[in-house]
Nanobody, 124 residues
Framework: QVQLVESGGGLVQAGGSLRLSCAAS????????MGWFRQAPGKERTFVGA????????YYVDSVKGRFTISRDNAKNTVYLQMNSLKPEDTAVYYC?????????????????WGQGTQVTVSS
């Protein structure tokens, strides 16, 4: 089973940037699609973005398009979420997830393993 560990969260002012990392265990990381989700207090966990196994295709929720970028380094078994122009409404716990197939998905239930999450807080 792939294990995931997120890092890079923190407190940032509106307009600032953060880069989240998600390190995965296992030799098969490069075979799987990866996703990022977030969960604000009192709300459901929702899709942020996803990336195909090769990194050639990425997908984003409309609210982060043009501000967030997902990338991956398969040699390092790591996927990244670069977040720019952060807004207070981006405040949430951010989770990475692995889907044991090559095709990414926007659906939470399509993912097989999850990290523990990292807190991102954007102050106004």
């Amino acid at each position: 089973q792939v294990q995931l560990v997120e890092s890079g969260g923190g407190l940032v002012q509106a307009g600032g940037s953060l880069r989240l990392s998600c390190a995965a265990s296992g030799r098969t990381f490069s075979s799987y699609a990866m996703g990022w989700f977030r969960q604000a207090p009192g709300k459901e966990r929702t899709f942020v973005g996803a990336i195909s196994k090769s990194g050639s295709s990425t997908y984003y929720v409309d609210s982060v398009k043009g501000r967030f970028t997902i990338s991956r380094d398969n040699a390092k078994n790591t996927v990244y979420l670069q977040m720019n122009s952060l807004k207070p409404e981006d405040t949430a716990v951010y989770y990475c997830a692995v889907r044991r197939t090559v095709v990414p998905s926007t659906r939470r239930d399509d993912y097989d393993s999850w990290g523990q999450g990292t807190q991102v807080t954007v102050s106004s």
